[in-house]
């Protein structure tokens, strides 16, 4: 192995370009010579692939989003681009491949090496946290970190009016961010697609607090099948109680933004143990985290199976928000 | 003059804290002594007025919201609700009033100055910066300091995807927060309710900047009178143009949130300056800043005067996004 | 049992408050009594030991420091102090107790168990991470991201400037923020009180990255025995290579500050599993993290041992700055 | 005047990026080429000048320290250096010059005017604000508000030690942050180089306040002639008065970090002021601002006056912090 490959792909999240500096630097520091791949999947068909250095890592590990690019391709998903691809990296002579991004990017990196023996390591970068196989992914630290802020505003302003506000945070199938959030915000009520707790429960819930003094609550909610869920949220609400709730839907800035040490530290490590895994060898596997432990999951394991939110946040943030 | 009464109406405003501590420290300095009005004309309404002690200002000059609650009132438009009003503050010997609020909330003060001589001075305090007679109002610099990081953490994802996104601030009737946030994020183009940018030439613009080798562009527009504003722009250019642009509405948590060094200081300063306009026998007139200097403004001009956005922000912005 | 003792001990760290909260929401959901304890042993010895309610608790989440103040006692480290406190406790008809600090904080709680039988549960709550038994520690996320800001705000005029800084972080005895900070940072070097790295190393490291066309540089040292080891270092330098070196000594800063996501979330697990420790009849522990997971370990094992720093952080970010 | 040069000189300062990136795109606009400068004089005397495009402009606003880099030079204040200087830009074409910094940069600015009549129009950029001429300069918003966030940090950490801290800000011969800082932050005592507000006084103030309730206090000191001074000050007090002063000195930190909105707008407004201002012919200027407006001020009597510090900040200050 002589030349290697980084490209992300999917949903940008903050330490992407962590793992791309720690995938680079490692890579050069045992004599390989490594190519940025641009805007993932789209890159390899395009030939949009150039070699990068030392220097050009200099002052990226503090910025957010990706220098790669990212993009979905759906060309990708056919054999026809996957052997265009692959024809396209074989020409420049990649011998191997680190991804970094989400489930669908893996299912992609997976195909690459089940049909053309292009060996594949895996870097779980996506906001969500919802790879089966790491306890955390890349972006999930800052983006929980950047909703919890907005979330401490909101609760000035809710606090100063005794209001009643819905805040719908990111996270598709997923209730990660909300939780984590929710509890860590002390909200009174989190909504995920997991746990689509019942809007009479929450009503009740509510009104008992303010019997018991509390003026002003902030419920949360993920987005769901599409964003937008906050909004059918307060109409129940309304038409049940009467009580009028705000909405304020966080948005793509949970996406952007300096990641915070955490996900640096973590994109900074697994973009080095992707390295380690190519050189020993290893291929077709993400790179994950148990604890404080790196691991190493096959991308088989890692696409076919689901990982569920933690049901113990959502029951420890409901007794502490009473 | 022996009590003064001090209450927040309208919307909450970062610093609304800091001028309510100068209120109470500056006025117990003079020997005046200070009650605190819960939830603005409300609390008038309903006798929640409460003395306030040096100490109770301990450790607020760094918070958002206000201590003292707000509130808007129907009542208080009417005038048997001002009679009532009138005769409780008189009932509690309250002699003068310090009013933190926006345009509404003066409406109010000088009503009851002029119905029963109920000696008060406005402090403007509104993110929105809408109020007529000071450059500045309490909470603007720290609302625009909010949606900025908003702003340039969805820069981040918009470079990474080489997307269009469209970013809706606050301000419901006024451009001063779209103005100054598309010009300190280096928005595209920005709309305000004053300069409804056309979205044709919108649309040619950014085409030209895509031509010129810019992928990403975000666009600012004020909420106008209502919330949603920015899904209305999306699918105008989608429409004319088949661009896709993703939405962002930043929402309340620009109300919210530690206000910056400058709207503590103006908020100080304010808030000592009204109590000694009171201690010189003035009042029905706000406090306003032009330029780095504090002014005395009518009340009735504040109220019966529009505020006009500088124009000349948003053509600077536009030949600086090129 | 039915009335039980919480306390803040040892130096402050984020976080603390929210732990707070969930050993008195906690306590109260299961119809315990909670007593909060002033300043720590201090208020133990002093009768400083009130009642706490849910409402007490509301709005503190996401505050620094700790409500209930902290200090350092050297009357509790004599049997007769302890004796004090006991009997005061007693008095009270405080029937358990958890303490939240570090390890002079858990050795006193322990001699109280011995001596008094007198159950407590400890709760780890220091910037430092420096605890033996918990992978982490409640404040030191916090911490690092802190002083990681203040380095992202350095290394813009390092990087201006063309210049060589040292920054020295907390971390008396050991270097979990250095090495953390200092990986997380992009750091060209990272001395810590167990890798005293060599100064003649360093230099030599620094010439070696100018001449690859690195210009600016930033080393890390925690402060170990007293602060200001910095300056030591940027003397060393300039003598042996006639480089000059900025100093920069981040301080106190890093003790406060809202707390992040991680540690919000981290401190109300541990506050809630504490009080459950105590509800199950077990004591004299300290509740734990191993990766994600809570655990118990006894504060005898806790106090006797040093837990060490990462070593392969240290390896990974020399690597990394190249 | 076809070609104009841009250079930043002096102290780094945050905003430094938005008026670079407002020279090039305004001159461009007209239809100018611009040259950016290295270091600001050693870029001129070792002609390291190179042509700026739009797209080099991209992305930088939001970034602190200067992309072109600066460096105070000694041989510039030698008329040889100059006329060196003079020589390159002559041979390269450059007629006119955008001069971004402080005093020093001005003296040097204003001799090239007059030894070799190159027109110079000057821009304040200093976090220090201490520009006769200019009521507000570049970076001073920023580095007040980044001082600031550490304050209330450190105001945690005190509140809940009970402690005496003292912080010692930048700002060499002028008290512009400390007072802004100490006002906003709440301090108990400023101390400017203006201000030597006497220690004893200080003392009894802090006895009194003791006193009255309050438990920790937090002094502000700008650093003087040399950074430390908060050391002296911290002797001082215990020496007289047996308090325990903790010291934190907030350093370079001060300088860096993305620039708030107020900072951007400014740089944009004057780096377009000063382009314009050379179209029209005039220089040997300085943009400044009075109040919101931006005023044009020879460099002569900017460098031959001092700018003073209000003291009404530092009297309103004194009473709100009782």
Known sequence: ?????????????????????????VSIAQNLEVYGITAGYLGMLENEMNPLQLRDMANIIQRGGTILKTARSTEMMKPEGRTKAATNLKNLGIDALVCI?????????????????????GVPGTIDNDIFGSDKTIGFDTAVNTALEAIDRIRDTAASHDRLFIVEVMGRNSGFIASYVGLAGGAEEIFTPENVASVDKSIERIKESIRRGKTSSILITAEGQKPGRAYDLA?????????????????????????????RILASRMGAAAVDALMHGQCDIMIGTEGERLVQVPLDLVTKNEKKTQMDLLSLA???AT
Chains 1, 2, 3, 4 share one sequence.
């Open 235 to 263: 109409d129940a609400i309304r038409k049940k109680s009467g009580m009028d709730a705000k909405v304020c839907i966080l948005g793509h800035q949970q996406r952007g933004g300096s990641p915070t040490a955490a996900d």
């Open 101 to 121: 991004g989400g489930d669908g990017s893996f299912r992609g990196a997976h195909a690459l090496w089940e049909e053309h023996q292009i060996p594949i390591v």
């Open 1 to 25: 192995m002589k030349r290697i490959g980084v490209y992300t792909s999917g949903g940008d999240a903050p330490g992407m370009n962590a793992a791309i500096r720690a995938v680079v630097r």
């Open 318 to 320: 409901s007794v502490l």
